[in-house]
């Protein structure tokens, strides 16, 4: 174990026989076993968006290392809560952590110059179709040695965005799709600043208005049996309402406009071509 991570959830930093380092939440967390899920399901969907996110593994914990790290549980109130041996959820640390420099905030001056900015709009995409009741959350990193330019001097090393925590898609532990106008937003105003129109969140309403029920489905079966046992039904309803709600995303993104504080200052929607959106074009 290297260390306990904040949040409610209780995840632990953990290095792996594969040699690297991953964020472990557990499948008895405090919050609930359905947040493992929503964890794979919601990170899964972000890679095939190409919206930067750890990469995702389960981590086999068993009962030898639980013995030899008694400091790995869940903490409940004045208690401890014994970890169960067997597969949890594992996403990749950026890194050796003794090394490696990760922020979870960054000024608005550094803000402004992230190599991958629009990224959050694609994760706005993601958020609004997978309901997430969370707030954005985001890490920033940034290579540890400067690139160098033709001509021979040191580029200054610019910060990247990586989205993470995807445990309040789906409602949380919920399963259920609220829709709030101002959920799912990243709480820095700035990252919306630019947005005009539904084509500034392109190619990622694309993608998911012609998402493919197949790579649902390969995502799907990946999830450990363990994590959904009682709640095999209510997870391939929950799967059937995400497909329905594929070309629901432009309106959805569209309400939060006349939300009671407007995140897109600058919309004015003049890149629409009609109210159904027939501008989306098969891939």
């Known amino acids: 174990m290297i260390r306990k991570m904040c949040g409610a959830a209780q995840a632990h930093l953990l290095e792996c026989d594969d040699g690297h380092f991953y964020v472990v939440k557990f499948l008895n ?7 493992l899920v929503n964890e794979w399901l919601a990170s899964s969907l972000l890679a095939y968006l ?7 593994a389960l981590v086999n914990v068993t009962s030898e290392f639980l013995a030899r790290n008694p400091e790995v549980h869940i903490q409940l109130h ?4 014994a ?7 594992g996403s990749r640390y950026p890194g050796n952590p003794s ?7 960054v000024p608005d001056a550094l ?15 993601l958020d609004k179709w997978t309901g997430n009741v969370d707030a954005r959350q985001a890490v ?24 993470i925590d995807q445990g309040y898609t789906f409602g949380g532990p919920l399963w259920k799709f609220s829709d709030s106008p101002l959920q799912g937003l990243y709480f820095r105003p700035t990252v919306y600043r630019s947005v005009q129109s539904l084509a500034d969140f392109q190619p990622w309403l694309n993608r998911v208005v012609h998402f493919p029920q197949t790579l649902l489905d390969g995502v799907r079966a990946q999830i450990p049996p363990r994590w959904v046992v009682g709640d095999e039904v209510a997870l391939d309803g929950l799967l059937q309402q995400l497909m329905t709600r594929c070309h629901r995303v432009p ?16 919309w004015s929607g003049e890149d629409e071509v009609s109210a159904d959106h027939s501008f989306y074009m098969a891939p």
């Open 29 to 35: 967390n405090p919050q609930h076993s359905r947040i």
């Open 50 to 56: 190409q919206i930067s996110t750890p990469e995702i």
């Open 78 to 81: 004045s208690s401890h809560l």
């Open 83 to 89: 970890v169960e041996p067997g597969p949890h959820f």
């Open 99 to 105: 090394e490696a420099m990760i922020y979870d905030f």
């Open 111 to 125: 803000l402004e110059k992230v190599a991958n900015p629009n990224e959050f709009l694609g994760a706005l995409v």
């Open 140 to 163: 920033f990193s940034r290579p540890s040695t400067r690139r160098w330019s033709t001509s021979g001097s040191r580029k200054p090393r610019r910060f990247s965005v990586s989205m």
């Open 251 to 266: 309106d959805l993104i569209e309400d939060s406009t006349r939300a009671r504080v407007n995140p897109f200052p600058e």
